[in-house]
């Protein structure tokens, strides 16, 4: 029989970067079941499901005291009463009561904090772990982890335009040996900045943020990296997350000090794709440049992953768009994009059904809270992009995918 919900509750924190987030308790007979934190994004997609935030001068603005209204006062009037084990049905009264498309009513971050809460109330009242209980009999398996360990654009105070340059440890037999490999080329990677006089502060993943003379360095030292952990780039790839968004003005993008179009930036991908071992290319282009997403997918889609993320911003009305318009072929997976468990899930079952990788993400602020890691176990998504292995808001992730894999062994990399 289940276990029906007594109560909700919220209060705001803070995350990674300072910033006041919300965090939602979900009650179950009248004892706490379920917890969840809400991140939030630096380099948002203007189709992102809206925050609520306060606005005025406390907390710059910041400040979420009407999302924890909204979950106080509306979400739980709506939700007691109803099985803590269906998601999909508390998911459809959270958005039915919100009534926008966009999540303004209510606001993303409470919606999603409400949904959270309540997937975990519902593994613990089953008895299960998290990635369990979203995977049911599909079991789970290891994502390959994708680690930002060279930051910039909107996460750094850089001249670096490119947002994040990661390596990914994918020939390997087990979830442990990759993040080892991916931790090694971290330090690597800050042995060979310090060398050259270079090593400075940290990004907001946790990634090293030094001024370069331009974007394709930070692709040499990547390589530098890999190698001077001792691997070769058979083993470990390179994916970038170029936010090319941050950089589009007047239909030209900037970047290395230049305005090119969009054709002269996707030629500059491709020189990229034959000089070094690059496995991922997420937002190349602007999120309404569909053309050039279009026409670099078509040449160069068959040798680099092509990720939508503000292109699609995990709401499964763009990703039909871009299924049909053929503009992609993988999709960044982030729970706050959209403002629901269900609503994520059914996105991401459209993106399977075209073939499309999906790579579960946090944002770059970010908690303590691990909720992306068993997303991506549960799911078998293949792929989890969580950031540098520094800072206990990136390692909570890596660390409880550490002790996913004491229970679930099975380890694939799509690549």
Same mark, same amino acid.
């Given at each position: ?215 394709? #360095?930070?692709? =040499?030292?990547?390589?530098?990296? *890999?190698? &001077?952990?001792?691997? +070769?780039? @058979? %083993? ?9 968004? #941050?950089?589009? =003005?007047?239909?030209?993008?900037? *970047?290395? &000090?230049?305005?090119? +179009?969009? @054709? %002269? ?151």
């Amino acid at each position: 029989m289940s276990k029906l919900i007594t109560g909700l509750d919220a209060r705001q924190i803070i995350d990674s970067r300072g910033n006041p987030t919300i965090e939602v308790d979900c009650y179950v007979a009248g004892q706490l079941a379920g917890r969840a934190a809400v991140p939030s994004g630096a380099s948002t997609g203007q189709h992102e499901a809206l925050e609520m935030r306060d606005g005025g001068t406390t907390w710059m603005g910041k400040g979420v005291g009407k999302a924890v209204s909204n979950v106080v006062e509306d979400i739980q009037e709506a939700l007691v009463g109803m099985p803590v084990d269906v998601q999909s049905e508390l998911d459809e009264v959270i958005i039915e009561l919100d009534g926008t498309a966009n999540k303004s009513n209510l606001g993303a971050n409470a919606m999603l904090g409400a949904s959270m809460a309540c997937l975990h109330a519902g593994a613990n009242t089953h008895e299960l772990p998290l990635w369990r209980y979203i995977g049911g009999v599909a079991g789970g398996c290891l994502p390959v982890p994708m680690l930002n360990i060279l930051n910039g654009g909107a996460h750094a105070a850089t001249n670096v335009d490119v947002q994040e340059f990661m390596v990914i440890p994918h020939g390997f037999d087990t979830f442990g040996e990759s993040l080892r490999a991916g931790v090694e080329c971290y330090h690597a990677l800050k042995g060979e900045l310090q060398r050259d006089g270079l090593l400075g502060g940290l990004g907001d993943e946790g990634g090293f943020a030094p001024n370069l003379p331009t974007n394709e #360095e930070g692709l =040499r030292y990547m390589v530098k990296a *890999i190698e &001077g952990a001792g691997y +070769s780039t @058979e %083993e470990i790839g390179i994916a970038l997350d170029v936010a090319s968004t #941050e950089f589009y =003005r007047d239909g030209k993008y900037h *970047i290395d &000090g230049k305005a090119i +179009s969009g @054709e %002269e930036l996707a030629d500059i991908y491709s020189g990229w794709l034959d000089d070094f071992p690059i496995l991922s290319i997420e937002d190349g282009f602007d999120e309404d440049d569909w053309t050039s997403w279009a026409n670099f997918t078509k040449n160069d889609g068959h040798r680099v992953q092509c990720v939508g993320d503000d292109l699609f911003v995990t709401q499964a009305e763009r990703l039909v768009m871009g299924i049909e318009a053929k503009a992609a072929n993988a999709i960044l997976v982030k729970l706050n994009q959209v403002g629901t468990v269900t609503e994520t899930l059914e996105t991401m079952a459209i993106a399977d059904a075209a073939g499309f990788n999906s790579i579960i993400s946090h944002r770059s602020g970010e908690t303590e809270d691990t909720t992306i890691a068993d997303l991506a176990v549960g799911t078998r998504a293949g792929q989890i992009k969580t950031g540098a292995p520094a800072r206990s808001d990136r390692t909570a992730k890596y660390n409880q995918l550490l002790r996913i894999a004491e229970d679930c062994d099975e380890f694939a990399s799509p690549f």
